[in-house]
């Protein structure tokens, strides 16, 4: 079993930096990828940004030169670095691992808030 934690999630005024963390844990082999989707009520789950194991970071347009997503290899943990938010970037935010496969498999946190006031 893997377990994905996220913490970081809140309120912020726009303008204003957040940072989300998720630490996996458990039977962990073969990542292909780490990442973070955001879903909003009504939408479909949405990739934000995501990290191969080569380090290889890929963004959703909408947040390319805004957000910042890191990887630390030793802790399985990886990072998104959220600045200039926009009420836009209201959504629970979920983070993703993705293990090697045929198919792969991924796995899902169960969400963190981040809700940007105008």
């Known amino acids: 079993q893997v377990q994905l934690v996220e913490s970081g999630g809140g309120l912020v005024q726009a303008g204003g930096s957040l940072r989300l963390s998720c630490a996996a844990s458990?039977?962990?082999?073969?990542?292909?990828?780490m990442g973070w989707y955001r879903q909003g009520p009504g939408n479909q789950r949405e990739l934000v940004a995501g990290?191969?194991?080569?380090?290889?970071?890929n963004y959703a347009d909408s947040v390319k030169g805004r957000f910042t997503i890191s990887r630390d290899y030793a802790k399985n943990t990886v990072y998104l670095q959220m600045n200039s938010l926009k009420p836009d970037d209201t959504d629970v935010y979920y983070c993703n691992l993705q293990i090697q496969g045929f198919p792969p498999i991924n796995y899902w946190g169960k969400g963190t808030l981040v809700t940007v006031s105008s």
């Open positions: 458990g039977n962990i082999f073969r990542i292909n990828t």
């Open positions: 990290i191969t194991s080569g380090g290889t970071p």
